[in-house]
């Protein structure tokens, strides 16, 4: 399947609690006429991937709230997919993609990820 890079949406230093992070993250965009039956996964960089269909993710009855580690009492959103919770970085980059998608796409529902319940 052919796919066509349209251009790169967000580009950021990880930062945790005032701490920086050795790495950065670079999100690109892609058009693709069709989904391809498989992933090739890169065994050492990503565990799983699978495809998440946008009116999954722009409806507000999917958010939920979790805390991001055992024993942290703050509450981060998410969201819940076939056995799959979507959270952290991965909600993060989403939800800016939406957010620069404004007026194509509906997602005042979503809190952002920085939102403490």
Do not use: M
């Not at 058009?31 to 990503?46: G, Q, Y």
């Not at 565990?47 to 805390?67: E, I, M, Q, R, Y």
Request: charged content about 20%; some cysteine.
């Amino acid at each position: 399947n052919a796919s066509k890079l349209h251009k790169e949406f967000l580009r950021f230093q990880v930062q945790h609690q005032e701490k920086f992070y050795p790495f950065g993250i670079s999100a690109f965009i892609h058009k693709i006429e069709e989904a391809p039956a498989t992933f090739v996964l890169e065994e050492r960089e990503v565990a799983a991937a699978f495809w998440l269909p946008l009116k999954h993710f722009l409806n507000p009855d999917h958010v939920s709230w979790k805390p991001l580690a055992k024993n942290n009492n703050i509450d981060y959103p998410c969201l819940e997919f076939e056995g799959h919770t979507i959270w952290g970085l991965s909600y993060f980059i989403l939800w800016e993609l939406f957010s620069q998608l404004e007026g194509h796409c509906d997602h005042s529902h979503l809190p952002p990820f920085y939102y403490h319940k």
